[in-house]
């Protein structure tokens, strides 16, 4: 009780009132007129561990774990508000009214399902800010790279906002959309999926007025089924467009047509132009290109990254970005961890092993190919491609004996599904090429390390390419002598 008068003090800067927060979820709200009159929260999160003065914790029900079991650990560290799904509370197996009695000033509210009122939630309040630019990013791949060079571009005019990181999933970006503030001018949010409806899920939280496609590729295949299907999931991204919306569209994509169908709002179809002015290739040094006759240097390497620059540049322009400022933004981003980073030394590597997939793999392969080093040697180093199905093996032989293709004197797989498509292609590999197996255990990651650095004489440059889950950034500290 001896908190009350601060809390009576913080109610004006609680993200949501108590009123706004049970119709957005349609809850049920289980607390004292003490709680009511002081309900107030300025953080929600999902995790107990990032709890903090002020906090709304909201438990999910997973496969393995329920958090309703850190309720009364996220009400000790400071939340002041907690969601209970109404299964939990009813069982008082996890949940029971001891809790409601023993903290008078927690405001507990009963919903169907936690996931789905913390999708309502952020629904609601991102609906506070009606002046919001508010721009969604989906893909196969790219959507990371093209999102930091968005927000770089449109950072030279407004002020923005966008989700950290990859935190793009059906929890992750709405716990993003709560750090909107009323400065934000522009919100940029990245949207991933992992299960079919996710996409349209979050584009019912977002909103988003502009919605852009990377591509599509075959980057969860093994879940949809078919590049068809996945298409058909990222097009969700403009399921509540309206007339005033737009659809930024990639022009060299196969499903380009297919995208653009019965879609409200302005079409923008983006992508190289058939102009007077060469694009060039700078190797490690990334790529340059010109806009209406203004040379662009591309900090990060690669024919993704030029073709997810393209995608920027076509929202910048939408947006009222001069050729300065597009120029400013793409010159100034950096590449963000695993993602196209150049890590220079004697063994100089390409880190690109945040997420893999056919497509990823094979443009990541053409660049390494592409790099200009006539005196050292280079050597691809490849993960598994994971969440690809049925279509696991075939994709892995297809993408070994496309790394076969090259003049690469060597060739690392690493993983299972890796070391499957090779056993599979045992007959067709050449014979200036050795190729070297390991698994993703740390004793196969060492061994690869060691080869790397005998096979390149410890001078060289090596490629790091594989899904996250292989973790093959744990090999580029080996290169230089260190440890894992």
């Not at 936690?114 to 959507?143: D, V």
């Not at 940029?188 to 599509?216: K, W, Y």
């Not at 961890?337 to 004697?346: A, H, P, T, V, Y």
């Not at 070994?400 to 599979?424: P, Q």
Request: with cysteine.
């Amino acid at each position: 009780m001896n908190n009350m008068p601060s809390r009576w003090d913080e109610r004006n800067n609680s993200l949501l009132s108590l009123s706004d927060t049970l119709n957005a979820v349609n809850g049920t709200c289980l607390c004292s007129q003490e709680a009511k009159d002081v309900f107030c929260f300025t953080k929600v999160v999902t995790d107990s561990r990032n709890v903090e003065k002020n906090t709304l914790f909201i438990p999910l029900v997973g496969e393995k774990q329920d958090g309703h079991g850190y309720i009364v650990s996220s009400i000790k560290a400071g939340a002041t508000v907690v969601f209970v799904e109404e299964e939990s509370y009813k069982k008082k197996d996890i949940f029971s009214d001891t809790i409601i009695t023993d903290y008078p000033l927690v405001t507990f509210v009963i919903v169907k399902n936690t996931l789905y009122a913390l999708q309502s939630l952020a629904r609601a309040y991102i609906k506070k800010f009606p002046n919001l630019k508010r721009i969604g990013i989906t893909g196969s791949s790219g959507k990371t790279t093209t999102k930091e060079l968005i927000g770089s571009i449109l950072s030279q005019k407004y002020k923005v906002i966008m989700n950290e990181g990859n935190l793009n999933s059906e929890t992750g970006l709405p716990l993003s959309v709560f750090k909107v503030k009323k400065e934000h001018q522009v919100g940029i949010f990245e949207m991933g999926m992992n299960r079919q409806g996710e996409i349209a899920e979050l584009a019912s939280v977002l909103d988003p007025h502009f919605g852009v496609i990377t591509n599509i590729g075959t980057a969860h295949i093994g879940l949809l089924g078919s590049k068809k299907q996945i298409a058909k999931e990222k097009k969700q991204i403009f399921s509540n467009f309206t007339d005033k919306s737009v659809a930024f569209i990639p022009k060299l994509d196969e499903y380009s047509t297919f995208l653009a169908e019965d879609v409200k709002g302005s079409l923008v179809f983006y992508g190289p132009k058939e102009e007077k002015h060469q694009v060039l290739d700078l190797g490690l040094k990334g790529t340059e290109f010109f806009v209406d006759d203004l040379a662009i240097r591309l900090p990060l390497p690669g024919k993704g990254n030029y073709y997810d620059a393209l995608a920027a540049v076509a929202v910048g322009k939408a947006l009222g970005c001069s050729l300065q400022e597009i120029k400013k933004g793409i010159e100034e981003v950096k590449p963000l961890f695993g993602r196209s980073q150049i890590i220079e030394g004697e063994i100089t590597v390409v880190q690109d092993c945040y997420n893999a997939n056919p497509e990823s793999v094979e443009q990541a392969l053409d660049f390494f190919a592409s790099i200009s080093n006539p005196t050292e040697k280079k050597l691809p180093i490849l993960g598994d491609m994971l969440e690809l199905g049925q279509d696991s093996l075939v994709l892995h032989k297809e993408i070994i004996k496309k790394a076969l293709e090259y003049n690469f004197k060597g060739l690392v797989l690493i993983g299972s599904e890796m070391a499957r498509g090779f056993k599979d292609l045992s007959t067709e590999i050449k014979k200036d090429c050795t190729v070297m197996i390991y698994d993703s255990t740390e004793k196969g990651i060492i061994q690869a390390g060691e080869f790397a650095k005998n096979f390149l004489n410890n001078k060289g440059l090596v490629l790091l390419k594989g899904s996250r889950g292989m973790q093959l950034e744990r090999i580029t500290p080996l290169l230089s002598g260190g440890n894992i």
